[in-house]
């Protein structure tokens, strides 16, 4: 018998352990991870348990009679371990939607986990919500290597990452990222956007996550060129942010970097992400920044949003 029940801040530490040994979750449904911006999230999730054994959990915040799983992440839904199968899937969100309902929640949108970033198959949550009635109501095109297959970069820009080479360009691993988020922040300013994080909280989370969120970078003569801070989930890795400056492009910096990240040190992972390249929640495809990624050999995956109506 499965029950759910609301999260409290002494279950933390269980929550960790159960996201560690889950077959969808990862670093980002931490607790040290989700709760750095809690101010600005009321949270409202959820743990499921069996027999006072907790099976799954589902990280959630509320605003006003919608919840959403997670508005501080690009993805969570039900992060879910071996033991919840198929048909005890189905009552669990069952169960889920009558502790929602009793809160008076409307509906809530399901940001899905996209199966590159699960350990072992984890979709018996998008069948429950098909049962539910839950609609489509956002998908997101992201660009993915698939780096134990064959794939190749386009002439033109192995060119560039050769031409790169003899441009004196050290790469090295960022002690800090304070250089990197103020070359971010200015190549962000061009197009009227900013980081999602600030200097601070990339900070914050490299000191909780040091194995996990990585900042490389492409130098010369000591000044930053161009940078990919790196979110390593282990079977995938992420580039959360890239920016190069202006000379960084015109050496072609940014493609070195990502040249020996993907062909060096992370080429024994399965996938390299390189994210989104949708706006105005995925109605508009940026056509070319999919395109500098295509060149890669990055193709698509999608991110899937539902919205499920209680």
């Excluded at 508005?71 to 039900?78: N, T």
């Excluded at 429950?128 to 839950?134: I, S």
């Amino acid at each position: 018998m499965f029950s759910v029940r609301p999260y409290a801040a002494a279950d933390a530490r269980a929550w960790d352990a159960l996201v560690d040994r889950s077959r969808n979750g990862n670093f980002l449904h931490r607790r040290g991870y989700m709760d750095y911006h809690a101010d600005r999230f009321v949270d409202q999730s959820l743990i499921v348990e069996r027999q006072g054994e907790a099976v799954a959990v589902f990280p959630a915040n509320i605003h006003g009679k919608v919840v959403t799983s997670h508005g501080g992440l690009s993805y969570a839904g039900l992060i879910a371990t071996h033991d919840l199968r198929a048909e005890s899937t189905l009552a669990v969100f069952g169960q889920i939607a009558g502790h929602y309902r009793a809160l008076g929640v409307e509906r809530v949108v399901y940001k899905a986990v996209p199966r590159i970033f699960h350990a072992y198959p984890c979709e018996e949550d998008l069948y429950a919500l098909h049962r539910l009635g839950a609609q489509l109501r956002r998908r997101d095109l992201s660009s993915v290597i698939a780096l134990r297959e064959p794939f190749h970069f386009t002439p033109g820009r192995r060119r560039a990452v050769n031409k790169a080479r003899k441009s004196g360009i050290s790469l090295q691993t960022g002690a800090d990222p304070e250089d990197f988020h103020t070359l971010l922040t200015d190549v962000l300013r061009q197009h009227d956007a900013r980081p999602t994080h600030s200097l601070a909280e990339l900070r914050l989370l490299q000191a909780r996550f040091p194995q996990h969120i990585v900042l490389h970078e492409a130098r010369r003569d000591g000044v930053l060129l161009a940078g990919a801070l790196v979110y390593d989930f282990g079977r995938t890795v992420h580039t959360q942010y890239l920016a190069a400056s202006e000379e960084g492009r015109h050496v072609n910096a940014l493609s070195l970097l990502l040249a020996e990240l993907i062909g060096g040190v992370y080429a024994n992972h399965g996938f390299f992400s390189f994210g989104i390249s949708t706006e105005h929640e995925g109605r508009v495809l940026n056509g070319g920044l999919v395109t500098q990624k295509e060149y890669f050999g990055a193709r698509a995956i999608v991110h899937d949003f539902y919205e499920w109506t209680l």
